[in-house]
């Protein structure tokens, strides 16, 4: 049984920078290609990160390229999404998300961390 547990969510001025972590239980984090969504209220949930299981290769939402860095540690299983120069427009509620192959849908998704930016 594989699950996904997010944390690191807050409330940071913009320019600030948070670390979320989401920590994969069940299963070697290896075995997963990871991806951070993220829902702002009333807005269509958003893709904005995505590391694969073997490559490493990191791919990222336009919108973040430069400030946000998704990130893996085998040893303690777990997958970070270093946020940087954060803007009032990244405030959102946080998900990892998590698949075994490249083309499906992701199954595996935590409940979420609140990242709230004030101007």
């Known amino acids: 049984q594989v699950q996904l547990e997010e944390s690191g969510g807050g409330l940071v001025q913009a320019g600030g920078s948070l670390r979320l972590s989401c920590v994969v239980s069940g299963r070697t984090v290896t075995n997963y290609i990871m991806a951070w969504f993220r829902q702002a209220p009333g807005k269509e949930r958003e893709f904005v990160a995505r590391?694969?299981?073997?490559?490493?290769?990191?791919y990222y939402a336009d919108s973040v390229k430069g400030r946000f860095t998704i990130s893996r540690d085998n040893i303690k299983n777990t997958v970070y999404l270093q946020m940087n120069s954060l803007k009032p427009e990244d405030t959102s509620v946080y998900y990892c998300?998590?698949?075994?192959?490249?083309?499906?849908?992701?199954?595996?998704w935590g409940q979420g961390t609140q990242v709230t930016v004030s101007s």
């Open positions: 998300a998590a698949k075994e192959y490249i083309g499906g849908d992701y199954n595996y």
């Open positions: 590391l694969m299981k073997n490559s490493g290769v990191t």
